[in-house]
């Protein structure tokens, strides 16, 4: 019974969301515009046609890059550089949100080019701040923060206050990745004080959205729900089922934080499937990657793993580098529960040598967390010691406890004899090193 009400829920979930999305497209705004675009001349046409790429891709991908590839065509016979530059930027963004990120990029430094040919400030912030993101998701931080502190600059020259906390709000995300928690903290809130004076909903939900995931990694769950709920309201109030499918993601986890499991599994299930039809990719992936954490809870490795595997070749595809590290950490994790140290150590080795290369400080000490603990099971303590060593210069913050509470805690939950076996000896293993380097810093 509780299984055919899950496959009736599902099935009754994908309903909803064709008639939600089939009935977008009829808003009084697109009928506007493609009535103007039956009459309008053919260089008219092209603010049209870029009008009709905005209002259809938050729901409707393919559409909205035909509107935007008719535009650049168009755009193009006229030789006319700032309609072209415009068209070049909406199929960026297009390119963006399906999680095709190295065709994003592309087409951002040619719009961003053209801007700089025409000298339009306005148009070198936004791209600027678009290659910012794109770089982020590559998990080029580095190349991310040049890009937004020179949108940054623009902005406050222009005294744009929206400009400001738009690139505000993106810098915290940065800060959030390199694990610099209170200051990603205080640059949200900043932004969102602006968005809510001015009462931008599209872009409070962002934040609220950025702010409850901030809280969630740092544990505090009662805030995370209290921002996400927020986020979620505004996006379904406004037809967003992009953001809806990233806060049903977040809200998920959250479930999963205080072990609602089935719940959690509820929620990305339904955001799995908007991402399916939004085609984005990349979300797909996300989702696949926090199911596979969930059912590892539940100790059905091969299915986790199963959906581990999956949102590898989807993350890889798109080359996105912070979500390929996190696949490999997850992969780790699975076998290393499985009794399979030697094969998790060479996952976890792969994902660290990423987030080192990307300076994505929480992956780099996850991973340094897993390697003590997994080298120490195998009774290689020359490695675990050497890991500890890199962990303690990483984390100012670093006690012993935080490792021994990591063991304990997977004690409690798992029941195979030898998984105790390999977790005992390294909980010794652990102690030991831990009280050598005590005592060499004394």
């Known amino acids: 019974m509780k299984t055919t009400f899950s496959i009736y829920k599902t099935i009754l979930t994908v309903i909803l969301v064709c008639i939600t999305l089939s009935a977008l497209p009829q808003s009084s705004d697109i009928n506007l515009l493609l009535n103007k675009l039956e009459t309008a001349h053919s260089f008219e046409k092209i603010e049209i046609l870029n009008s009709l790429s905005v209002e259809y891709r938050g729901n409707d991908r393919k559409t909205a890059m035909q509107y935007a590839n008719d535009a650049l ?9 700032e309609s072209i530059a415009l068209s070049q930027k909406n199929i960026g963004i297009i390119f963006l949100f399906t999680g095709e ?6 087409f951002f430094k ?20 678009n290659l910012g993101l794109v770089y982020k998701g590559l998990g080029n931080f580095d190349k ?5 502190k020179k949108s940054l600059a623009i902005e406050e020259s222009r005294n744009n206050e929206e400009g400001v906390a738009s690139t505000l709000c993106n810098l915290a995300n940065l800060h959030n990745y390199k694990g610099n928690y209170d200051t990603a903290l205080i640059l949200l809130k900043k932004s969102t004080a602006y968005y809510e004076k001015v009462k931008d909903e599209f872009s409070l939900m962002d934040n609220y959205l950025n702010i409850g995931d901030l809280y969630l990694g740092q544990g505090f769950i009662k805030k995370s729900f209290h921002y996400l709920g927020a986020a979620l309201s505004l996006a379904e109030r406004n037809n967003d089922n992009y953001t809806k499918a990233i806060c049903l993601n977040e809200l998920a986890m959250a479930h999963y934080s205080i072990e609602n499991y089935n719940f959690s599994l509820d929620l990305l299930n339904e955001s799995l499937i908007l991402r399916g039809i939004l085609n984005d990719k990349l979300g797909e992936g996300k989702c696949l990657i926090n199911m596979g954490t969930i059912y590892t809870e539940l100790e059905k490795y091969n299915k986790a793993n199963e959906l581990y595997l999956r949102a590898l070749k989807i993350v890889e595809e798109a080359d996105n580098k912070r979500s390929i590290a996190n696949t490999y950490t997850s992969i780790g994790k699975n076998l290393l529960l499985k009794g399979l140290p030697h094969k998790a150590i060479s996952y976890f080795e792969q994902s660290l040598e990423i987030s080192r290369e990307i300076g994505a400080k929480p992956e780099t000490c996850d991973n340094y967390e897993q390697l003590i603990i997994t080298y120490a099971t195998i009774k290689d303590f020359d490695k675990s010691k050497l890991y500890m060593k890199a962990f303690s210069a990483l984390d100012d913050n670093l ?7 990591i063991l304990i805690e997977t004690i409690e939950k798992k029941k195979n004899p030898y998984f105790w076996m390999y977790i005992i000896a390294g909980l010794i293993a652990i102690i030991g090193i831990g009280i050598t380097l005590f005592i060499r810093k004394k």
């Open 73 to 81: 065509f168009l755009a193009t016979n006229f030789n006319h550089t």
């Open 101 to 106: 990120l190295n065709k994003s990029l592309e």
């Open 110 to 129: 040619k719009s961003l080019a053209n801007y700089e040919k025409i000298n339009n400030i306005e148009g070198q912030a936004n791209l600027s701040h």
């Open 144 to 148: 991310s923060i040049i890009y937004y």
């Open 399 to 405: 006690r012993l406890k935080n490792i021994e509470d």
